[in-house]
């Protein structure tokens, strides 16, 4: 069974990756506490280990999903970060185009000024 052979292999890695960490006083607990879960999952799951393959492949997915929703939140970050840049940019334009609007009204105020008294000159 295929499910069978995958857990099974789940507790020999375990127990490689549990006898490949030194016994020195800073790696001490991490090499108990791995040989400590390989034990109790051996004993939890050996008339079962189909069982175990469906936890951890239960556990697999839902890291999965979190890590899909996580990915989606922050391109949702990102997306309302440019969203909020080209608002700020949009605003900074309608300012400019107010202000040109304005000069622009004052440039045609101006001329018709000066063409008045270039009228008033030539009389």
Known sequence: NHAAQTALQLLVQLDAKADSI??????????????????????????????????VRQCLEKELAMVTQFEMESNNLVEQ???????????????????????LERCK??????????????E
Not at 81 to 100: D, G, M
């Open 22 to 55: 030194p016994s020195d006083a800073d790696n001490c607990l991490t090499k108990k506490k791995l040989n400590e879960i390989s034990i109790s999952l051996k004993t939890h799951y050996n008339d079962h280990l189909v069982g175990l393959y469906m936890k």
């Open 81 to 103: 970060s440019l969203e909020n840049q080209i608002r700020q940019k949009l605003h900074f334009l309608k300012q400019r185009l107010a202000e040109t609007g304005s000069e």
């Open 109 to 122: 105020y101006e001329q018709e000024e000066v063409t008045m008294e270039i009228n008033r000159f030539e």
